[in-house]
């Protein structure tokens, strides 16, 4: 069958929570069991008030708010607003939103989220991205997936959906939609997938942007400045010390996925943890990013019940990425300054054959979509500008 012809394969969606889930929820706030204060308690704003995790204070102020104050039907209405789809590849159901632009010279354009991350990262610049104010600035027609057990995507039963089946799934995706050829952008994991979609599907990717390049194992800081050997240390040390997270969901995914599925609090504790430290700011995430765009998020793992299936994709693709991939199309890279994975340029390279642009902002972090939005599209259109120039248009 000619993958083209299977649009109908695609189904419209509607996300609509019920009010007894929504209530329950309520509920579970409401009967929360909190730990005592931590021992390093002091008063806001300090960066070490976060030492141990999640300062007690910080914690019920959300919860309080996530219970009385929060409007998860505002992001519901949005998310409809959008476009929402699925569609069935290899057995299971895909999740995503669609946005076509208005403008005939729009490029399609796939946008892949990570963990803790959602489609929430996204949902704000949509619009933008489809249809500029700017006649000038390029435009896209955007598609937003939801990663296997994520949001409303259905959950693996099987192993065996790791980055590169999920990569190949995304190009047969974009095909189902009409798109033969596409751009794409990612960070986190979806940094990952967009580096594999770059690199096995040069055929079908024109280019890719990603804040998170990978750079090739084994490589020495020989030649690095100064700042660059620091952007290596400041990553080994995340590895070493901060990682915890990443090693219980590649090895005991079930074991915390109890607790992620069964209480509310302990989900929004153990995704606010991470907010907290790779964003770029002094003490709290919410000096960057409000609590409504923390809580669309942490809300969308709890209505959907995902909170063991998305820990899975460290299961399935911790440290698993080819060391060997080459990425031959053109590549755009940006490297926020508080990410928690910097790769200097000389090592992309070894990875990233046709680099052409690359920046370093002065701010941000591992959300920038959500902590310098305007920023981010920005930056976004141009790096894809620059490979869309450097590969040619897509019809």
């Not at 990569?167 to 997938?193: N, Q």
């Given at each position: ?239 070493r010390h901060h990682a915890g997270y990443a090693k ?148």
């Open positions: 069958m000619n993958r083209r012809s299977r649009t109908s394969d695609v189904h419209a969606f509607e996300a609509h929570a019920s009010d007894t889930d929504l209530d329950d929820l309520r509920a579970r706030l409401a009967a929360a069991r909190l730990p005592e204060v931590e021992t390093v308690y002091r008063a806001a704003p300090d960066p070490r008030r976060w030492d141990q995790g999640v300062p007690l204070a910080d914690l019920v102020d959300v919860v309080n708010y996530w219970r009385t104050g929060y409007d998860w039907r505002s992001f519901e209405t949005r998310l409809n607003q959008i476009g929402q789809f699925r569609t069935t590849i290899d057995d299971l159901g895909i999740h995503f939103l669609h946005r076509r632009s208005t403008r005939a010279d729009a490029t399609p354009l796939i946008l892949t989220h990570g963990w803790p991350g959602s489609i929430a990262e996204f949902t704000h610049v949509i619009d933008e991205l489809a249809d500029p104010e700017n006649a000038d600035a390029p435009a896209f027609h955007v598609v937003v997936p939801s990663l296997p057990g994520f949001g409303y995507s259905d959950a693996p039963t099987t192993t065996g959906w790791g980055i590169e089946k999920i990569a190949a799934a995304w190009v047969e995706l974009m095909a189902r939609l009409g798109y033969s050829k596409f751009v794409a952008h990612g960070g986190d994991w979806g940094g990952v997938i967009t580096t594999i979609l770059g690199g096995r599907f040069p055929e079908h990717v024109l280019g890719i942007h990603t804040t998170t390049a990978q750079a090739p194992p084994g490589l020495t800081t020989d030649g690095l400045t100064a700042a660059e050997r620091e952007w290596t240390e400041e990553t080994r040390d995340f590895w219980q969901q590649a090895t005991r995914p079930q074991t915390i996925g109890y607790s992620l599925v069964d209480s509310p609090v302990g989900l929004l504790a153990w995704i606010l943890d991470k907010f907290a430290e790779w964003t770029d700011t002094e003490d709290s995430p919410f000096e960057t990013i409000s609590r409504d765009s923390v809580l669309d998020d942490v809300t969308l793992y709890w209505l959907t019940r995902t909170g063991a299936s998305s820990a899975r994709i460290y299961y399935e693709s911790h440290n698993s990425l080819d060391p060997e991939l080459r990425v031959d199309v053109p590549s755009a890279i940006s490297v926020y300054p508080r990410d928690i994975e910097k790769c200097p340029r000389a090592w992309a390279q070894e990875r990233y054959r046709q680099i052409v642009r690359w920046r370093s902002p002065e701010t941000g972090g591992h959300f920038p979509s959500l902590e310098v939005p305007e920023y981010f599209v920005k930056d976004l259109r141009e790096g894809l500008a620059a490979v869309l120039a450097a590969g040619g248009s897509w019809s």
